[in-house]
Each structure stands twice: as C-alpha cells, then as structure tokens.
C-alpha cells in the first residue's frame, strides 16, 4: 500500500524546547491528520488540513499542509512533559475516494521529553 | 459518553487458539473499523463497517473475520492465532466513513501469540 515517510522516528528534548517533525509522500494528499499516542491510548485526533498552504493551530501545535500536497509538518512550541507520546500522521489520498478506510497512516514519532 | 470500549486490555494465545475481540461504542456511529499497530508500522486497515449488517476487508484482512449486528459492536474473531498476528488491535469508530476526522479510537487490545 501507500507508504507515508515520517521523521524523525523518535527525539530526545528538553522541556522548554520546540518540536518539529514531518511526513512525505510521493503521492498527492487531499487531507493530512496529525495524531498523538499516549502509552497504553489510542491515537487521539490533534489537527486536520484540508488545503495545500494551509496553516492550522490548535494551541502550542501548529500543522501545515505542504504546497506540493505531497508533506506535512507538525510543529510544537515549548515542549512540555504532558507532550511526551508517539505522534502520528495520515492522509487521505486524492485518488482514494475519501473514506475512512482510505487512510494512510505514518509510523510515528516518538518524543521524549528530558526535564 | 464511554466511547469506543475494548476488551480484553491484554490477552495471551498458544498458537492455533481462536478468540474475539470486542468493540463497543455507544455514540452512534455509522462507521466502525479494526486497525493492528506493529512496531516500526503505522496502523494498518484489517476490516470495516458502513453500518449494520455490512463490512469489508482493508488492507490486511487474512486470518480476521468479522460481523456488525448492532450498530454497537464490532467483533474482530481470530480464526487459529499465529505469532505473526501479535500486534495491537485498535477499534475506531466515527459518525460514517467520510467523516474521517471525527474517528474516536479505543484504548487497544494487546495480543501476545506464543
């Protein structure tokens, strides 16, 4: 299947710092997904881009949906321990119909966070 | 609201053992689906369900079964568990299958397959 390219795997920071990470795809993307996975949880719904250039907040997190439709990045400012977890992203493709089960989704990026 | 709810949270299986794993979710939602996570994998699609009495397989279905009764509950049944099918099962539901950004996960069952 569609194969989403997310890095990095994993980052060592100290509180305080900023965060950023991303995911490529060689395919074109309709919609990007940002998720976080805190241990022993299911992947909680954080951010969702629409449109190529768009830029959407949802407090110290910001997401961008790329120019090119075919990247992501997700962006956390101040880090702090609550945002330890493993990140996750997904897209749905323009060609894939839309639903659900067009998901594609990354392999994640797990943050730890050093006080 | 509980949500989605899964159980069991952990499980062990001898290779060859069947079991189900269940799925309920009590916001109403249309669509329901199966995800695995593996190590160094982003989740993948097993089955899923536009509603009562239909479903489908995603992208790794063999081995899995499923049925959707109740627009409630999603059982997910391993048929003669193998060690390839250790792994954690996520259930995810959301108001129907476009509505993708609405899919509320549940907390995972681990299976452990000797």
């Known amino acids: 299947g569609q194969q989403l390219n997310q890095s990095p795997q994993s980052m060592f920071i100290q509180e305080g710092e900023d965060v950023s990470m991303n995911c490529t795809s060689s395919?074109?993307?309709?919609?990007w997904l940002w998720y976080k996975q805190d241990p022993g949880e299911g992947p909680v719904l954080l951010i969702a881009?629409?449109?190529?250039?768009e830029l959407t907040s949802n407090g110290r997190l910001t997401a961008q949906f790329g120019i090119t439709r075919k990247d992501s990045f997700l962006n956390i400012s101040a880090s702090i321990p609550s945002d330890v977890g493993i990140y996750f992203c997904?897209?749905?493709?323009?060609?894939?119909?839309?639903?659900?089960?067009?998901?594609?989704f990354g392999k994640g990026t797990h943050l730890i966070i050093q006080p | 609201n509980a949500g989605v709810t899964q159980t069991p949270k952990f499980q062990v299986l001898k290779t060859g053992q069947s079991m189900t794993l269940q799925c309920a979710q009590d916001?109403?939602?249309?669509?329901m689906s199966w995800y695995r996570q593996d190590p160094g994998m982003g989740l993948r699609l097993i089955h899923y369900?536009?509603?009562?009495?239909?479903?489908d397989q995603g992208e790794v279905p063999n081995g899995y079964n499923v049925s959707r009764s109740t627009t409630e509950d999603f059982p997910l049944r391993l048929l003669s568990a193998a060690p390839s099918q250790t792994s954690v099962y996520f259930c995810?539901?959301?108001?129907?299958?476009?509505?993708?950004?609405?899919?509320?996960f549940g907390p995972g069952t681990r299976l452990l397959v000797l």
């Open positions: 995810a539901s959301s108001y129907s299958r476009h509505m993708f950004e609405t899919q509320y």
């Open positions: 395919s074109i993307f309709n919609t």
């Open positions: 881009l629409y449109k190529a250039g």
């Open positions: 997904a897209g749905q493709l323009r060609s894939g119909g839309g639903g659900a089960d067009g998901l594609t």
């Open positions: 916001m109403n939602h249309e669509y």
């Open positions: 369900s536009v509603g009562a009495g239909i479903t």
